[in-house]
């Protein structure tokens, strides 16, 4: 299969912890998403890359928040001081951008964190 | 800043039924809208796309949506569903040429008796 793929699928942490997740996007897709999940929401987004450039970051909720795609491949988003409100899903999206900005993001399974 | 508004949370219904979900967006300029579903135990699958051109979009699994632009509408239909419907239910939208994610409605839980 060669879909995304995230890793953990889940994390326990301790409240002050920090905490990294990985996201490996579709092999040939140029840009990348992360979004967070809530119990009863949609996805929310946080942020996105076009190959190694974080064109947007203004909606990562806090400064606590950071995430990286240092070759254009993977990518890999921190929560630092982790906070129990923090707890929710954590997903990836890769799309390959076509004309006219006709842009079909696919999803992978998520991590699923939860701060204790 | 775009919005999404899913007007049924959750909806039950029998096997050979017919569905209709109902999805509104506020934006004022030229979007792109999806319908995603999401399995129980599954990731987030998309079910179909609007770009531009025909305003009725089929999907897989049977599915289908018709953009209603002077509504801002994007409902998503199947005329007969099955027990496998069993999903919840995203529909999202971003800016045609923006530099953004999607933005996502609160999802329908749909829940099918057989």
């Known amino acids: 299969d060669t879909g995304v793929s995230q890793d953990p699928r889940h994390k326990i942490t301790k409240r002050g912890q920090n905490v990294t997740f990985r996201c490996d996007p579709i092999s040939e897709h140029n840009r990348l998403y992360w979004y967070r999940q809530t119990l009863g929401q949609g996805p929310e987004f946080l942020t996105y890359?076009?190959?190694?450039?974080?064109?947007?970051k203004s909606r990562l909720l806090s400064d606590r928040f950071s995430a990286e795609r240092p070759k254009g491949s993977f990518s890999t988003l921190e929560i630092q001081r982790t906070e129990q409100g923090d707890s929710a899903m954590y997903l990836c999206?890769?799309?390959?951008?076509?004309?006219?900005?006709?842009?079909?993001?696919?999803f992978g399974p998520g991590t699923r964190l939860t701060v204790l | 800043a775009q919005s999404v508004s899913q007007h049924n949370h959750h909806v039950i219904l029998s096997e050979a039924a017919s569905l209709e979900l109902g999805c509104n967006y506020s934006y004022g300029g030229t979007v792109n809208l999806f319908w995603y579903v999401q399995y129980p135990g599954q990731h987030l699958q998309l079910l179909l796309k609007y770009f531009s051109g025909d305003p009725l979009v089929k999907g897989i699994k049977g599915f289908e949506a018709e953009f209603i632009k002077s509504k801002f509408s994007f409902n998503l239909r199947k005329p007969s569903v099955q027990w496998s419907d069993t999903a919840e239910y995203f529909c999202a939208v971003n800016v045609r040429g923006g530099a953004d994610g999607l933005t996502f409605g609160k999802g329908t839980h749909l829940i099918i008796q057989p």
């Open positions: 999206a890769s799309s390959l951008p076509g004309l006219s900005s006709t842009d079909t993001q696919y």
């Open positions: 890359f076009q190959n190694e450039a974080q064109l947007e």
